[in-house]
């Protein structure tokens, strides 16, 4: 049976996943703990003997220094490098900015929940009165996507970010996959958890208990119709990674001194 092996990556912590803020499409770079995830990821799919042939990333840089680190670390800087808004992060809408805790004290954690985790619950929109409207619209990088400017989201669910990430992966990344391509797609936390949704058949409701931290690696192997051979798995040390799904988890909660 055909083994195609797909690496998919959440970015390095940045700083705003310190700060607990809803990062999304404001773009920040990587902080100095991100950018020693990243090394370790590269250092860990070295020693695994991970060949790259190619990569794709969102149009965040936090996904592209990423892909940077860990090539470099790899020794395969020269592997050929595609960007898309298509992997971009979940559009966090109104909430882009806020800090997640101070959010589950004023709406109750089950509402950030559902924000964070629901399938098909779009947070409420941006408007042009949003502290960070101008610095992502007036973004260069979104006027040389493939929809016009006023076609890009607002907010989005999980399921919005699935629809505009498929025809990317069927048209672009599948092909490449199916020719037997070995591949690293370093993305978000978001954009990430839908695609692994759409591949593994995960249900509306299970998707909400898929978590991925920063930095660490996730093996997807798929046969030659791109269905998955057994589960995803994270690589690196599994105590280290439960804790760390853990406090992705526990951002959504009220801080214990708050409550
Ligand atoms: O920017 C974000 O994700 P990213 O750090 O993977 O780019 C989101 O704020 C993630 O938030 P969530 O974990 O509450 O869905």
Known sequence: MTKH?????????????????????????????????ARNCGKHLKVLGIEFDLVFTSILSRSIQTAWLVLEEMGQEW?????????????????????????ALNHGEEQVKIWRRSYDVAPPPITELHPYYNEIYRDRRYKCCDVSQDK???AESLKEVLDRLLPYWNDRIAPEVKNGKT?????????TRAL????????DEDIA??????????????DE????????????DQEAIQAAIKKVEDQGKVQPAAK
């Open 196 to 203: 692994l949704k759409h591949l593994e058949g995960i249900s």
């Open 5 to 37: 092996k797909l690496i998919l990556l959440r970015h390095g912590e940045g700083a705003w996943n310190k700060e607990n803020r809803f990062c999304s499409w404001v773009d920040q770079k990587l902080s100095s703990n991100g950018i020693q995830e």
């Open 183 to 191: 591949i690293l797609i370093s993305a978000h936390g978001n954009s």
């Open 209 to 222: 208990n898929v978590t991925l931290p920063t930095g660490v690696p996730v093996l997807l192997e798929l």
């Open 152 to 154: 890009l989201p607002k």
């Open 225 to 236: 119709n791109l269905c998955p051979i057994g589960r995803h798995q994270f690589l690196g």
């Open 79 to 103: 592997v050929p490098t595609e960007s898309s808004w298509r992997l971009n992060e979940r559009h966090y809408g109104a909430l882009i900015g806020l800090n997640r805790a101070e959010m």
